[in-house]
């Protein structure tokens, strides 16, 4: 349990020190100035989304090939932290757009796959509450969930493959060293923040089935002798 | 006896679907109507705007129109299968569940390409497009494809859902985005194909719902298993 709120406060201190870096002693950026500071944000929750959703495509498999409650579960708890930061992501991206671009969105690849990417992920969370039995459950939210990684490819790629507004992917050589920092910080403390996330839904997830399993055997037991 | 191999099963169950259709055609006969309807809805919408509206707004139409007639046509697809236990009576045969999902995303390809006779010369004479023998082709070709890339994921969320509660309401949910990208490459292809490729762009985008395509019919075939043994 202790390990578990580990992560948290690792990841709340970690994000208080890069945003506070971010906010001070990062330059503002030559063009955009101080608008450009939401990135210590977006960019990070960018990353971790995609990264959440590559272990959230594991779990499935892992769900599928074993057939256990535990990938299950966890799969369950990665799809729902990868959509909360989704909304974050899209969120900081207009946020972002609107004084940069002058515009709060525009169908771009970018923009468009990472949308996708949320609707995707929220219906197989909606497809999880049409369905009573466990075990067929957890079956289709792997399949859905390893069919829906299709997309995660083509939000990092698109955007080199397809010529579109968002700018591509910057690299460590191509900026600042006090841009970097706040924002490497900043990518640790959402992976800490979104480990604790993900940790805590899964363990509502496994008391909601042990409760489940302690209320259902004398209810099943009674339509069964009806 | 040997047993046949997933082609000569899928076939088998392909030629079963299809002729179930044939005794019926009311699948056919009512997605092809729904499909003429939206392309009237659509020049309706755009209609006063003038006729370079309709000409520019044409290729988009038509896959729309392509995407929600293929939509009500996947959801038909397993219907038959839940009447007196026939998709438990599919699986003890001694059959691979992939081929269960090849030859009904076969027919499913088959009745989606069904559609582009009618849908074609609608749009031309609707929207006032006249396409070259050549561009005839080109959208074919495209409709082939585009039909494959939609009718692959279409099949096995069509079983995903199938004997869920509100299967009508979740089939378009899941579905819909994971036919973006598809819809996305064959909207700028055709858009191509009517109005000029002046940077030779169309290759690339039909390369990507080709691309596309391999990717839906490998990973659905494979995924189909675990959906189908749940649904049964």
Known sequence: MKKMHAFGLVGLALIIVGSIYGLTASPPERHMGDVSRILYVHVPTAWNCLLIYLFAFGFAIASLWTGKQRWDIATTAAIETGVVLNILLLGTGMIFAKPTWGIWWDWDVRLTTSL????????????????????????????????????VPLIYFG?????????IQSSPETMAETMVFPMRVNAFAVLFISIWFMLLRARIERSKLESDEVVEPPVRRAMATA | MSRPGLARQSLAILGKDLALEWRNRARVVAVVLFGVLVLLLFSLAFGDKGTQVLQVTAGGCLVIALFLSSTLSLQESFRTEDHDDALEGLLLLPTEPASIFYGKALANTFFLVALAPVLIPVTTLIYQVSLGPTQVLQIAGLWLAAAAGLAAPGTLYAGLTTRLKSQDVLMPLLLFPLEVPVLL????????????????????????????????????????????????
């Not at chain 2, 990507?208 to 675990?226: E, K, P, Q, S, T």
């Open chain 1, 116 to 151: 996708i990417a949320l609707i995707f992920y929220a219906a197989i969370l909606a497809l999880r509450t049409f369905i009573d039995d466990p075990n067929r459950r957890a079956t289709l939210t792997a399949v859905t969930c390893i069919i829906s990684f299709v997309d």
């Open chain 1, 159 to 167: 955007v080199r493959w397809w010529r579109s507004l968002h700018q």
């Open chain 2, 185 to 232: 490459a064959t909207v700028k292809a055709f858009g191509l194909v009517f109005d000029g490729d002046p940077m030779g762009q169309l290759s690339s985008w039909t390369q990507l719902i080709v691309a596309f395509d391999v990717i839906y019919w490998c990973l659905c075939g494979v995924l189909f298993r675990f959906v189908v043994e749940e649904a049964a």
